[in-house]
């Protein structure tokens, strides 16, 4: 019998919020989409289990194939499909890529960023819309409400979320823009509840939390008002980094002082 853990009663809440998403957005390109990207990271789970024999959490590897269905935009060419496995056979790549047996950024945020540049490369870039996050005037929030609500509290992950609010909410003030959009907007609900809360790649220590969700705020805010590319994705990957270098830092530190 499986043990509901909080990590797959998360997975299941976020499962649900994407099969809300398909009903409600439903339409053949995103149908496809979905089994499209199934049949990509349950070949992803076949081959690390059996062929390179890594026991990869599974279900760690199902929430990142929902991550994907929610911010890839469905489409119904060739292309679209091989992008998919693009990022399924980067996001398996990058799996690997650890220090001291953890991740140095979240393994799906990598491949996305990755494939995005590597597809520009061929002036067919893939498109990361967020499309799954952010729907019918806002409405979307309240369908992913229990999932990061649920993250927010098992996981001890305030500090990240509010931060995040907080700091993105106060450039947006001094810029002009206000915070409405912020506020109504799913997109950075997922960002900062699910995204940024990944457990390996993000802060225990409420301190530590507060500085990790200002930064991705402001980093956010810059990164898309300069129109870097893939500005929401970079500035996950870019906090991540600087949480691992924390890491190390205070690893030597600590080495030193003993």
């Not at 024999?53 to 890839?72: C, D, P, Q, R």
């Not at 500085?211 to 956010?220: M, N, Q, S, V």
């Not at 590319?229 to 270098?245: E, G, H, R, T, Y």
């Amino acid at each position: 019998m499986i043990k509901l853990t909080p990590t797959i009663l998360f997975t299941l809440l976020l499962g649900a919020y994407a099969l809300i998403t398909l009903i409600l957005r439903f339409s053949q390109d995103i149908l496809i989409h979905a089994l499209v990207i199934g049949i990509v990271f349950s070949l992803v789970f076949i081959i690390s289990r059996k062929l390179l024999k890594k026991k990869f959490s599974g279900v760690h590897i199902v929430i990142s194939a929902l991550i994907l269905f929610l911010l890839v935009s469905p489409g119904s060419t060739l292309k679209d499909h091989l992008f998919i496995g693009l990022i399924g056979a980067l996001f398996l790549g990058f799996k690997f890529l650890r220090y001291k047996s953890m991740p140095i950024v979240n393994p799906i945020v990598l491949a996305l960023i990755a494939a995005y540049f590597v597809t520009k490369l061929f002036s067919e870039y893939i498109l990361i819309s967020w499309w799954g996050t952010a729907y019918l005037n806002g409405v979307s929030i309240f369908f992913l409400l229990p999932a990061v609500g649920y993250a927010i509290y098992k996981f001890r992950k305030y500090g990240v979320f509010f931060s995040f609010f907080v700091a993105y909410s106060i450039v947006s003030l001094l810029s002009g823009q206000g915070i409405l959009p912020v506020i109504t907007n799913g997109t950075w609900y997922f960002l900062a509840g699910v995204m940024l809360l990944e457990p390996k790649t993000s802060p225990v220590k409420l301190r530590d939390q507060v500085w990790f969700g200002g930064a991705a705020g402001i980093l956010a805010f810059v990164f898309l008002k300069y129109d870097i590319l893939s500005p929401l994705l970079l500035s996950i990957a870019a906090v991540n980094a600087l949480f691992l270098l924390q890491k190390v830092m205070r690893s030597r530190a600590s080495g030193i002082q003993a």
